[in-house]
Nanobody, 124 residues
Framework: QVQLVESGGGLVQAGGSLRLSCSAS????????MGWFRQAPGKEREFVAV????????DYGDSVKGRFTISRDDAKNTVYLEMDTLKPEDTAVYLC?????????????????WGQGTQVTVSS
């Protein structure tokens, strides 16, 4: 079992930045691809970013490309999401997830463990 806990969310003005963290316990993350997803009220959960087990393959959702950066520190068992140039439409609960799949999984069903999420609110 892997327990994931997100932190770093909050209220920020449009154009600002936030750095989210996802800390794991229970098992080491080095064998998992790690993803970030987000869910706004009334909307489906949306893929944001993914990083593979070796940090050699990374991908982003179209709406965040060029603004968000995913990274991982396996020594700290933590994954990060640096979010820059935030927009009001980025407002959502952000969740991290761990997948045993090889590659850069983007579908919800490919993920085995999920955190509870952290709220990000971007004001205009």
């Amino acid at each position: 079992q892997v327990q994931l806990v997100e932190s770093g969310g909050g209220l920020v003005q449009a154009g600002g930045s936030l750095r989210l963290s996802c800390s794991a316990s229970g098992r080491t993350l080095e064998t998992y691809a790690m993803g970030w997803f987000r869910q706004a009220p009334g909307k489906e959960r949306e893929f944001v970013a993914v990083i593979n087990q070796w940090s050699t393959n990374i991908d982003y959702g179209d709406s965040v490309k060029g603004r968000f950066t995913i990274s991982r520190d396996d020594a700290k068992n933590t994954v990060y999401l640096e979010m820059d140039t935030l927009k009001p439409e980025d407002t959502a609960v952000y969740l991290c997830a761990a997948s045993g799949a090889v590659g850069v999984p983007k579908r919800l069903v490919e993920y085995d463990y999920w955190g509870q999420g952290t709220q990000v609110t971007v004001s205009s």
